[in-house]
């Protein structure tokens, strides 16, 4: 439950729906001001997209030292109260006045857990890592990453019922498997709500000329920043998911599904700074790499603009202007073909790769799943609700420093919603 307590919000309280770093931000900038904040969260941890990320801008630190400062300030809060894998089944009312209704889906683990992690010790089941969008797995009882918050350990209901799930109760010495939990269904009230639900990667596979789930060894960028993380599915090594050979020769393709009518037509804004900070995880990892980035357009505005001079200057480092037609396979060595046009030389270029990464654009997650509750959209999907406000990457496509100024501010209209 919200903060492992009975939620009890009165009239002024805010809602955020969304734990990602637009949804932290905005309610901590309100409940340091003196409001009561609820986040609200599907995931069974805060932290969103930015606690998959190996490095962010413009720092190019790792999240963790973000988050933990965040994670902090919410813990010395009483103020900010959060549920996890929450999510809102419906909205009535209006500003000063909505009525909510929340389901919590069963953890199995109530707050005793310790996280000593005998439960996954214990546990004969693996499943699919979603965490690292499939490139490995994990047990069935599972903390979902080293930086998770709260700090406590799932149990996948697929094994509800089974011998392995008995297997992680009589295994935790703490009494803090609780296979009789249920889904539960509570109403609050709440003066403002904020959707701050974050953005998912395209598809990659609706792009067939692009290959993406034929092709072995092509991935998106979100995969290539589990791949470089040291918590990821190779620990920080950058290899090749078809035989675990290390990456010497990797391309990189902007605007996969982007700036393209029959997919986003929008530009989705971090791709190209994605790519081109990527391009110093393989650069560092082996001086002797290459990397070839097939853009429309750099898009690196303001202060990026150093950046992407930067990785310019490194020689190892080609840049073709031409959008890719085809990506296929070598089936006897599993490298990549790229098949692209050089539109400033003419030439038609066939490539060859040991590796590829897709810049998947940044699609907003309304796409898929509405605000259930008067919310009105821009012909792309992105919330511009007045009433029923919105921030992050939701509202527009954004990098986590602009996330978290648009997050500031859509705090201040949620605390003025709360005062009129």
């Given at each position: 439950m919200a903060d492992e307590k009975t939620p009890?919000?009165?009239?002024?309280?805010?809602?955020?729906?969304?734990g990602g770093i637009s949804g932290i931000t905005t309610a901590l900038e309100a409940a340091e001001v003196g409001y009561e904040v609820f986040i609200v969260e599907k995931n069974p941890y805060l932290g969103g997209r930015v606690a998959q990320l190996n490095k962010y801008f413009p720092k190019l630190c790792?999240?963790?030292?973000?988050?933990?400062i965040n994670f902090q300030r919410i813990k010395n809060n009483n103020l900010v109260k959060w549920f996890t894998m929450t999510e809102v089944?419906?909205?009535?009312?209006?500003?000063?006045?909505?009525?909510v209704t929340l389901k919590?889906?069963?953890?199995?683990?109530?707050?005793?857990?310790?996280?000593?992690g005998k439960c996954a010790e214990a546990c004969d089941v693996e499943i699919p890592n979603t965490f690292n969008f499939g490139m490995d797995k994990r047990k069935a009882a599972y903390l979902p990453h080293e930086m998770s918050f709260p700090q406590r350990y799932v149990l996948d209901p697929s094994i509800i019922g089974t011998k392995s799930a008995q297997k992680c109760k009589d295994a935790c010495?703490?009494?803090?498997?609780?296979?009789?939990?249920k889904a539960k269904t509570f109403n609050i009230k709440a003066a403002s709500v904020v959707w701050a639900t974050g953005w998912n990667p395209y598809d990659a596979s609706?792009?067939?000329?692009?290959?993406?789930?034929?092709v072995q060894n092509l991935i998106t960028n979100m995969m290539m920043e589990r791949l470089a993380a040291t918590n990821g599915p190779t620990n920080g090594k950058i290899v090749r998911p078809s035989d675990g050979k290390t990456v010497n020769n990797i391309a990189f393709v902007q605007c996969a599904g982007s700036r393209d009518e029959n997919h986003l037509p929008f530009c989705s804004y971090i791709c190209c700074l994605a790519s081109l900070k990527q391009t110093t995880y393989i650069r560092e990892a082996n001086p002797e790499s290459k990397a070839t980035i097939y853009y429309i357009d750099l898009r690196t505005p303001g202060r990026y603009e150093k950046f992407y001079k930067k990785v310019k200057a490194d020689g190892n480092v080609s840049f073709i202007k031409g959008k890719v037609a085809k990506i296929e396979e070598d089936p006897a060595t599993k490298d990549v073909i790229v098949t692209v046009e050089d539109t400033l030389s003419g030439k038609k270029i066939h490539a060859r790769h040991e590796m590829v990464v897709l810049a998947t654009g940044m699609e907003p997650s309304t796409a898929s799943v509405k605000v259930p509750g008067n919310a009105q959209y821009d012909d792309n999907n992105f919330v511009i609700s007045a009433d029923i406000l919105s921030t992050g990457c939701v509202k527009k496509p954004s990098d986590v420093m602009s996330s978290?100024?648009?997050?500031?501010g859509t705090a201040l209209k949620a605390i003025q919603m709360v005062r009129r």
């Open positions: 009890t919000p009165g009239s002024g309280t805010i809602l955020v729906v969304g790792p999240p963790t030292c973000g988050l933990e089944e419906k909205i009535s009312g209006g500003p000063g006045n909505y009525d919590q889906s069963p953890r199995y683990v109530n707050n005793n857990c310790t996280c000593c010495p703490y009494n803090a498997i609780d296979l009789d939990d609706k792009m067939t000329n692009l290959s993406f789930g034929k978290g100024q648009t997050a500031t």
